[in-house]
């Protein structure tokens, strides 16, 4: 019941409510303090992702690069 389900994970704006019981105090006041998701943010997500993947891919081409690339553990 935290604020997780309330708020767009990519923006962190308040997403529209889903239902009556939605309407709480606790998504009120994040309206005021986050303001609305303006929606469209996982397409937004995904295309700000391919971006990093192509500029990922751009520098392992770069012939200054000669280290072995490194790997982010995730
Ligand atoms: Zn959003």
Redesign the pocket.
């Known amino acids: 019941m935290g604020s997780q389900s309330v708020l767009?994970p990519?923006?962190?704006?308040v997403?529209p409510a889903s239902g009556k019981e939605a309407y709480t105090a606790l998504r009120g006041r994040l309206i005021v303090t986050n303001g609305y998701?303006?929606?469209g943010?996982a397409e937004r997500a995904e295309a700000a992702a391919d971006q990093v993947r192509q500029e990922e891919q751009a520098q392992v081409v770069l012939p200054l690069r000669q280290e072995v690339p490194v790997r982010v553990a995730r």
């Open positions: 767009c990519v923006c962190q704006g997403v998701c303006a929606g943010c």
